[in-house]
């Protein structure tokens, strides 16, 4: 697809990989819609860089649906990608997981990415083309200690892009998953300040330029998914 002219919804774009995404897919003369839950942060990072802004919780569907109701006045209706990117998660041993915690996981991984998805494919299909990226993580891909809450997330995240794609293929809808290594952003910091970058270690650049090269390719074809890993992690 053509990414000039285009319009990019991406939730959680006020920080890390979302607002990496953000600002290359600016620089790249698409037209942006951000979201996220810190309204003062949301706003002062939209004006920096030149996107739109919602300020929208993913985990609560009246935001959802605050969301789709600004792409119906502003863009009337007209949407060519959505980024799942909003996530949440944290490391705890599996004697220590509560209910609650899969509760706040779930809520924004996977039911506010599912809900979202939904409402987007409701105008995807009436246009008869669209792209659905999902940032999972590597976490998708293999479970490791302390992850039985993030990780089961991200499975379930890389479970639903699969039966997405099998479902949305026949419309002309493209679903990506991505899925990084450690990026040093903010992630999982209880500051919420974003790590200084490290040079054995991913920066969002990597993800956004991984994430828009899959959608710069033809329409005719797509990345199902992608995984990006640092060269020196040691
Ligand atoms: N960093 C890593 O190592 C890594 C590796 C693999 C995958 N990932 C995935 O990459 C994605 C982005 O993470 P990041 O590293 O860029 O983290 P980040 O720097 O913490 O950014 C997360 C963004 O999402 C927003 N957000 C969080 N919860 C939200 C919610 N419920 N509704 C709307 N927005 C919400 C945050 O803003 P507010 O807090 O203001 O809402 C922020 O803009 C996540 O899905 C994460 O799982 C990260």
């Known amino acids: 697809m053509e990414l000039s002219g285009s319009k990019i919804l991406i939730t959680g774009g006020s920080s890390g990989i979302g607002k ?15 979201t996220g839950r810190d309204g003062a942060k949301l706003e002062k990072v939209a004006r920096e860089i030149g996107a739109s802004f919602v300020h929208a919780d993913v985990s609560k569907e009246s935001d959802i649906q605050k969301t789709f109701d600004w792409v119906k006045e502003n863009w009337k209706n007209h949407l060519d990608v ?30 506010g990415a599912a809900l979202m998805a939904k409402y987007a494919t409701q105008i995807f299909k009436v246009a008869n083309k669209g792209n659905i990226v999902n940032i999972a ?25 699969q039966c997405w794609q099998a479902e949305l293929r026949p419309f002309n809808i493209r679903v990506i998953l991505i899925n990084p290594s450690e990026v040093t952003t903010a992630f999982a910091q209880k500051d919420r300040i974003e790590r200084p970058e490290a040079a054995h270690k991913l920066s969002s650049k990597e993800i956004a330029h991984a994430t828009l090269s899959s959608l710069e390719m033809d329409n005719r074809g797509f990345v199902p998914e992608l995984t990006i890993w640092a060269t020196n992690t040691f």
């Not at 990496?20 to 951000?34: N, Q, W």
């Not at 944290?90 to 220590?96: A, F, I, L, T, V």
């Open 20 to 34: 990496a995404i953000a600002l290359m897919a600016i620089g790249k003369g698409a037209e942006v819609l951000i």
């Open 82 to 111: 959505l980024i799942n990117n909003a996530g949440h998660g944290y490391r705890k041993k599996m004697e220590d997981v509560e209910w609650q915690d899969f509760e706040n996981v779930f809520q924004i991984n996977v039911y």
């Open 137 to 161: 993580s590597t976490a998708a891909l293999k479970g490791y200690a302390g992850g039985t809450v993030y990780s089961a997330s991200k499975f379930a995240l890389r479970g639903m892009t």
